[in-house]
């Protein structure tokens, strides 16, 4: 079995979890902890928004793909 970060589907989940964490870096202090309850103070722009939500999406295939490869397998 190889080695998980070998794996094409975490390698992209990770990049894509950093690219978030740089993303609210530049949040406002005050909103560290109340982003979970508002959504729509506007605090990324929309471009940045659509490429992570594709990202997240493209991700979101790639992780059905392996659990249905998985599950095939057993």
Not at 47 to 65: F, I, P, S, V
């Amino acid at each position: 079995m190889k080695d998980f970060h070998d794996l094409k589907v975490w390698q992209k989940s990770h990049e894509l979890t950093l690219a978030v964490y740089r993303m609210t870096a530049t949040f406002p202090r005050e909103e560290l902890y109340g982003l979970t309850s508002q959504r729509d103070l506007i605090l990324i722009k929309p471009k940045d928004h659509e490429e992570l939500a594709q990202r997240a999406t493209e991700l979101k295939r790639m992780l059905a793909g392996l659990m249905q490869k998985l599950s095939a397998e057993r």
